[in-house]
């Protein structure tokens, strides 16, 4: 009874670090589409100042 006991709350813990990590994994995946989001805008406002500068910019991201 004990190990049935032991394998079931092992399967538990298993669930919720299965959870923690596709929680992560999406936090991170979100950090990372906000910090493209705000370069790519960042680059944008550049190229519309300074376009020659923000061509150069645009090859970066094209390699």
Do not use: C, Y
């Amino acid at each position: 009874v004990i190990l049935r006991f032991r394998t079931k709350t092992n399967k538990l813990k298993l669930k919720q670090v299965e959870m923690i990590f596709q929680w992560l994994k999406t936090v991170i995946i979100a950090m990372g589409l906000a910090a493209l989001f705000l370069t790519i805008n960042e680059i944008i406002d550049l190229t519309i100042e300074n376009p020659v500068q923000g061509f150069n910019h645009w090859k970066i991201f094209s390699l």
